[in-house]
């Protein structure tokens, strides 16, 4: 019965590769997301994929079919996919976020520009006489 289970395992390497390399990518999608969701989330992560191996490794009723395995890895598959779509659509509004500050920012820089070239040159020197008066005073 080992010999069955180790073969049954030995057989199937490229799914082990598998798990292995979606392992992984969990791992750094996970380590990219903000607390505190982060250490939830890893802690989760690391022990379901140690639960299914520590089941993996047991042999009769106990142990983990291979259908077993395919229904965990495709679970697994489609919630990276959600997540990496989840992280695009936040990394997008972010940027629009960014972009839109920044025009806020630069209209309000065009805004005191136009200010200062809309006062005439009555208003203009009366504020320079006012400035004298103030720098005069303090000396």
């Known amino acids: 019965e080992k010999w069955t289970h180790h073969h049954k395992m030995s057989s199937l390497?490229?799914?082990?590769?598998?798990?292995?390399?979606?392992?992984?990518?969990?791992?750094?999608?996970?380590?990219?997301?903000?607390?505190?969701?982060?250490?939830?989330?890893?802690?989760?992560?690391?022990?379901?994929f140690r639960s299914i191996k520590d089941k993996s490794s047991q042999t009769g009723p106990q142990g983990v079919s291979e259908v077993q395995w395919r229904q965990f890895v495709d679970e697994w598959e489609r919630y990276e996919i959600q997540m990496r779509i989840d992280m695009e659509r936040r990394r997008k509004m972010e940027q629009q976020h960014e972009t839109e500050r920044d025009a806020a920012r630069q209209h309000e820089e065009e805004e005191s520009l136009l200010n200062w070239n809309d006062l005439n040159a009555e208003q203009r020197q009366k504020l320079m006489e006012m400035e004298r008066m103030l720098k005069g005073d303090k000396q």
Do not use: V, W
């Open 13 to 48: 390497p490229l799914t082990r590769l598998r798990i292995l390399s979606l392992y992984k990518r969990l791992l750094n999608l996970h380590n990219s997301s903000p607390e505190p969701f982060r250490t939830l989330s890893l802690s989760y992560l690391k022990s379901e």
